[in-house]
């Protein structure tokens, strides 16, 4: 899921990566708003929040949802760091280590959000969440030449609404029958991604109510079990490509 990039992957591995973290996305997202009453992936709605209160005088508050569009920002800026310089060193694990890194952070986050006071743990959550919804963002869009989006829902359902368009197009005869194949494709993956960033919220709801924070230690585990798998595919990807290299210069 985290190895091959943009063209070279499959119908089959987009839909993969999409589900998983979509899922996991959503139950995060949906947890948190459950929890402190503010969405942490969702900039559309927290910089219409910022007008708000901006409008309105509401200076502290103002700076509050500023904050999370920073923090989002930031998290979408270090990923992008880390995957630009695995890149360049042609490292092909370097999204499983970005998806890595957000299980560690996240689990850090979790740790912290159980200890610290009352009053803390509102905008750690919300912030700290911001951040790492940026670095899984940016991973995927990165990986899937923006094919692939896990955190919100909004450019999915638009994309949804522009394929069902195009079919519809085809299905008239206005669009050769050529596309008809790529475009189900594309409304397959961002119908099952919105499903299960759906399904993803009603279980980090219900499981939040169960067993509280913990619930960001379960997901770190859940993403860390994500990364591994990727670095273990990418150390086989670079085993047969030096494979190559030393049966070529043979």
Same mark, same amino acid.
């Given at each position: 899921?985290?190895?091959?990039?943009?063209?070279? &992957?499959?119908? &089959?591995?987009?839909?993969?990566?999409?589900?998983?973290?979509?899922?996991?996305?959503?139950?995060?997202?949906?947890?948190?708003? @459950?929890?402190?009453?503010?969405?942490?992936a969702n900039m559309?709605?927290?910089?219409?929040?910022?007008?708000? =209160?901006?409008?309105?005088?509401?200076?502290?508050?103002?700076?509050?949802f500023l904050s999370?569009?920073?923090?989002?920002?930031?998290?979408?800026?270090?990923?992008?760091?880390?995957?630009?310089?695995?890149? &360049?060193?042609?490292?092909?694990?370097? @999204?499983?280590?970005?998806?890595?890194?957000?299980?560690?952070?996240?689990?850090?986050?979790?740790?912290? @959000?159980?200890?610290?006071?009352?009053?803390?743990?509102?905008?750690? *959550?919300?912030?700290?969440?911001?951040?790492?919804?940026?670095?899984?963002?940016?991973?995927?869009?990165?990986?899937?030449?923006?094919?692939?989006?896990?955190? =919100?829902?909004?450019?999915?359902?638009?994309?949804?609404?522009?394929?069902?368009?195009?079919?519809?197009?085809?299905?008239?005869?206005?669009?050769?029958?050529? =596309?008809?194949?790529?475009?189900?494709?594309?409304?397959?993956? =961002?119908?099952?991604?919105?499903?299960?960033?759906?399904?993803?919220?009603?279980?980090?709801?219900?499981?939040? &109510?169960?067993?509280?924070? @913990?619930?960001?230690?379960?997901?770190?585990?859940?993403? *860390?079990?994500?990364?591994?798998?990727?670095?273990?595919?990418?150390?086989?990807?670079?085993?047969?490509?030096?494979r190559r290299r030393?049966?070529?210069?043979?």
């Amino acid at each position: 899921m985290l190895i091959s990039q943009g063209a070279a &992957r499959s119908e &089959r591995i987009n839909l993969k990566l999409a589900c998983s973290l979509a899922l996991i996305a959503g139950a995060l997202n949906a947890a948190a708003f @459950y929890a402190v009453g503010f969405f942490s992936a969702n900039m559309t709605g927290n910089v219409s929040a910022l007008s708000d =209160h901006l409008a309105t005088g509401q200076w502290g508050p103002g700076l509050f949802f500023l904050s999370i569009v920073v923090s989002f920002i930031l998290g979408a800026s270090a990923s992008t760091l880390l995957i630009n310089a695995g890149r &360049r060193r042609g490292m092909a694990s370097v @999204y499983a280590y970005s998806i890595l890194i957000e299980a560690l952070l996240l689990a850090v986050l979790g740790i912290a @959000y159980i200890w610290l006071l009352s009053n803390w743990q509102a905008p750690l *959550l919300t912030l700290g969440l911001a951040f790492l919804m940026g670095v899984q963002n940016a991973t995927v869009t990165r990986i899937s030449d923006a094919r692939v989006r896990t955190t =919100h829902v909004s450019g999915m359902a638009t994309d949804i609404g522009i394929e069902l368009g195009v079919a519809f197009d085809i299905m008239r005869g206005k669009e050769p029958d050529s =596309h008809a194949a790529e475009n189900r494709a594309r409304l397959r993956l =961002h119908a099952w991604t919105i499903a299960a960033f759906l399904v993803g919220g009603v279980l980090g709801v219900v499981v939040f &109510r169960l067993i509280g924070s @913990y619930l960001l230690l379960s997901s770190s585990a859940l993403l *860390l079990l994500i990364a591994v798998d990727g670095l273990r595919s990418g150390r086989g990807t670079r085993a047969t490509t030096l494979r190559r290299r030393f049966r070529w210069r043979l």
